[in-house]
């Protein structure tokens, strides 16, 4: 049975990163570490936030986020924001193979990362736009607006992965 929390009966305050902290309100329960999921990332908007515990459990599916506490509400977006959010690669600035694994150092517009892609049929998707969606070994995601804008050297390290 989901347990579907509504408004003010949960309090949720910031623990580190993507996790905060939920107290629900007549139960005396609290959880540490909570993980809050999009049920809809893409067209749910602040809609159906569903809190995994420590184990990937489901604790709770917050219906709307409009009906929290203020503070609880800007603890959750905020939250929310820096799990869904996908740094952009501007440019690659290096990329070398070690035992069919690829090594790239890339520049983006939350500065330079380095990740390891081992599968790049897998993890590089390129769509019809231009787009080119990345998932690296550790689950992280990236994006690149449109690979054809990219400098010549970004471009001819990625276009044979593609």
Avoid: C
């Avoid at 003010?8 to 005396?28: A, C, H, K, L, P």
């Amino acid at each position: 049975m989901i347990n579907y929390i509504d408004g003010s009966e949960i309090n949720i305050t910031r623990n580190d990163g993507i996790f905060v902290d939920v107290e629900i309100f007549g139960s005396d329960k609290k959880y540490i570490e909570v993980e809050p999921h999009k049920l809809f990332p893409k067209s749910g908007g602040n809609k159906y936030i569903a809190l995994l515990d420590g184990d990937g459990e489901q604790i709770a599916v917050i219906r709307d986020t409009e009906g929290l506490m203020p503070e609880s509400k800007k603890v959750l977006e905020e939250a929310l924001e820096e799990y869904y959010m996908i740094p952009r690669i501007t440019r690659f600035i290096e990329m070398t193979t070690k035992f069919k694994i690829w090594l790239w150092t890339a520049e983006t517009d939350h500065g330079i990362i380095k990740f390891e892609i081992r599968n790049h049929i897998s993890s590089i998707k390129p769509l019809y736009d231009g787009r080119v969606l990345i998932r690296d070994a550790n689950d992280n995601r990236y994006e690149i607006p449109d690979y054809r804008l990219l400098d010549k050297k970004s471009r001819k390290m990625l276009e044979p992965k593609l």
